[in-house]
């Protein structure tokens, strides 16, 4: 038994740190960076703003912002990123469904350490209000990771358009 799971860290370890990124979605877009922590030798800490456009749905883009770790570790991208992510979506053109979708789907996913911590972010739909909800939580392997952040983008006509699209026409049942 010892022998399974050390072959499984190794394994992991092995994928961790064979470049395999851990991303759903598009590279996230730097849009700023704002030092929080100087340290004299090494990179500042840093909390940084990405934004991200949703890749089922035209229209809408979300952006975020983590605490990004300086120093040797951070450097080396040894360091464990702390699980603080916050979140605004928002409609900026028409909205266009590009396919099926199911509640819960992963729009965007990047890791935050590593090994075994990884942020997301995933969308839903609110059927009653025709609201598309996007939650980014951080989840880690052994012992969770209760840090969240919601946005809702509420679905309305855009540029002479009558009648906004339904969130609920494109669940996947």
Known sequence: MRARIETIGALALALALSGVPARAGDDPDLIFRESTKFRLLTPNDKLATYAIDDPNVEGVACYYTVPEKGGVAGTLGLAEQTSDVSLACRQYGAINFK???????????????????????????????????????????????????????????????????????????
């Open 99 to 173: 396919g099926k979708f199911r509640q819960g789907e992963t729009v965007f996913a990047e890791r935050r350490s590593i090994l075994f911590k990884h942020m997301q972010i995933v969308r839903g739909c609110d059927e009653k209000r025709n609201v598309l909800v996007y939650m980014a939580y951080t989840d880690k392997l052994i012992e969770g990771s209760p840090k969240n952040s919601t946005s809702t983008v509420a679905i309305t006509p855009w540029a002479g358009n009558t009648a906004p699209p339904r969130c609920a026409d494109s669940l996947a049942k």
